[in-house]
């Protein structure tokens, strides 16, 4: 597609402000520079090459990922060490055999004995010396063994002994996005890092080398104070941020570097709401700001430009519609928001919101320079 | 892609029931068929050919959509008469002339004196006699000319005396979407089409035919008594039905014919709850059912063949992670969802789970016959 200016480009589409995002990518470079830990960016934000290219200048080679057409995606642009950081499916063992064969240098995790011992099973059947990682829980988010769990050694052996690699352990701490304070967050990252360094502990007073201790959400990332033991951090949404980090204030809403623009179609005049023409399918449907002290609806509402207007948001939403309010009830006039007006929306959520969209338009000083794509699939 | 088994399909990927789509679209068709209206299917909820011509078997030719991409790729498929009902974006008046001069006998949709004057200035500058239906609102759902507006007129006669086609009234109870009682619904029906009627008779009073008369959504399909004077009704997730249509009787559980395969990928052993490897990215953020008498969660699970496993449900979902738990609390064991173990889950909304997805897998008589592709974007 050829580049066009913001007023050409058919609605609703995805814009990537570049200055925005250099400046996302090195905030959070600064900070782990300063711990002295590198990033291993997660791709699953941005899911396209030049954005990870730009994750990456600081950090070379090694990327998380969180499906394989990911892997596949960002291995045949050159990316060789990749991380599958969701609890492997024994189904995808054989399609993980396959890539590892091809020359990928893919790590997968697991957080049960069960799933340990369909690699092992498969280690053998197929000739594939996995690289695993074990998943351990820090807050009872969603996945990991319990602190207390010999499954942990009990794998990590199974494992070791089956000819898999048992590279060392992984945290996620996604219990961070609930937090309300910053200081909650830097606590989270430390009960992160004592999960992680504890369970690594405990492979290696079993014999296993476990080099590796993967930590990271981009929240806990931004606020930890001290990552001593830790290998690597894992982040993705700081580089787009969003709505729902500004709300835990690992951002400011002028920090967000992904937007949807959109055009005004009409307007609710008794109710002083005005119709865009980006519903749920533009948007996605995530209300992540719900639970946060500002409810941004389905997103906070920009000029073309991207220059503040209020607290306008996007109130609700249908497949192709949005429907406009002032969060604070005063009537939106269809003269300051008349039909055609060109507006972007700041999303909740910017993996949520970008997976709507099969590629983005790059904006840099204010232009469209060109369209990126977006890897899709599993 | 090559025909696979359920066990090997990658997960998670989309399939759709051959039976249940036919048995859904033969239901429409019966009780279209008695109120003696022609449908004029909505394709945003299958957006593939080969399930299009299946509902436009009995009713040939004309359908609607939510997007001009949508538009193209059934035009592209030899559907010529295409209505657009989204209120027209300024934005999009060249492209829809573009696509006029081609060929399609593509109409619109706009409810505001705003739009009729952008709508007649581009027919001037672009030489396009746009064919536009007028939207009214029954519901104060979304969009739409009030009842009492005197711009309906106003606009029907700019437009006409600007060389446009005012082919008429179109209306979209969505309000039916949040009923208690199929009763309700069947009211709601008449609303709708009493305000179409209505609306149609103040455009005839001035002199223009306004031939067509368009109304619909699902629900109010299923349940209309009576369509007099409707000269075709819209409707497009009855071809999958939902989790949200079950909840409000307009189908059954057991015809839902869409679901998204998955595995299962670990369990939190203290709180008896499994996690799959589908999350909001496969089954979209939708919580249509969260405001209803039974909240299903982000699904309702099945096992891998369709069938009933209880009340079990995705009660949690990550981008890549969904949790399983029993809407009663019972816990759910590890040896009843082993680790590897393949599931269904039933979407709460059809077209926000589909949308999520490039593509389904065919599932006829229990068997994957082909992949069908999805148009995508705008």
């Known amino acids: 597609m050829s580049a066009q200016t913001l007023d050409q480009l058919p609605t609703p589409c995805l814009l990537v402000d570049q200055e925005r995002t250099r400046a996302n990518i090195d905030r959070m470079d600064l900070q782990l520079g300063q711990l002295q830990v590198p990033l291993r960016p997660h791709l699953k934000t941005c899911k ?3 954005i990870a290219r730009q994750m990456l200048d600081a950090h070379p080679g090694a990327a998380t990922v969180s499906t394989l057409a990911e892997a ?6 050159g990316i060789k060490d990749l991380l599958y950081a ?12 396959e890539r590892r064969a091809a020359g ?7 957080d049960s004995l069960a799933a340990a011992t369909a690699v092992t099973a498969a280690a053998r059947r197929l000739d594939c010396a996995y690289r695993v990682l074990l998943e351990v829980d820090a807050d009872g ?4 063994f319990r602190a207390d ?6 794998s990590a052996r199974m494992l070791a002994d089956g000819g898999c ?20 967050i830097a606590d989270m990252a430390a009960t992160e890092r004592m999960a992680a360094l504890s369970a690594a502990t405990r492979l290696r007073e079993i014999g296993l080398e476990a080099p590796v201790v993967s930590v990271g959400s981009t929240p806990t990332a931004t606020f930890s104070r001290n990552l001593d033991g830790v290998t690597e951090v894992r982040a993705g949404v700081y580089v787009f ?11 400011r809403d002028e920090d967000i570097a992904l937007s949807v623009l959109t055009e005004v179609i009409g307007h609710r005049v008794q109710s002083g709401q005005v119709v865009i023409d980006a519903g749920w399918m533009a948007l996605s449907r995530d209300r992540g700001t719900a639970g946060q002290a500002r409810d941004r609806g389905y997103g906070l509402v920009r000029d073309v430009d991207g220059r503040d207007l209020g607290e306008v948001v996007v109130q609700a939403t249908n497949q192709e519609h949005g429907i406009l309010a002032h969060a604070d009830g005063t009537p939106l006039s269809a003269e300051e928001f008349p039909v055609g007006r060109r507006l972007r929306i700041l999303p909740n959520h910017a993996c949520a919101t970008a997976g709507q969209h099969g590629g983005y338009w790059l904006i840099e000083d204010g232009a469209v320079q060109r369209w990126l794509e977006r890897c899709q699939g599993w």
Not at 141 to 144: D, E
Not at 149 to 154: A, C, K, R, S, V
């Open 104 to 110: 990928m240098h893919l790590s997968i995790i697991l």
């Open 72 to 77: 596949d995606y960002f291995f045949g642009h």
């Open 165 to 184: 690699e048992v590279a060392g352990i992984m945290v996620h701490a996604g219990g961070s996005y609930a937090c309300q304070q910053t200081e909650a």
């Open 241 to 251: 941020q969003d709505l729902v980090m500004a709300g835990l204030g690992v951002c």
């Open 149 to 154: 769990d010999p499954d942990l050694e009990n």
């Open 48 to 50: 396209n090459i030049d």
């Open 86 to 97: 969701v609890g492997i499916a024994p189904g995808k063992l054989q399609a993980v055999a």
């Open 141 to 144: 988010h969603r996945a990991g």
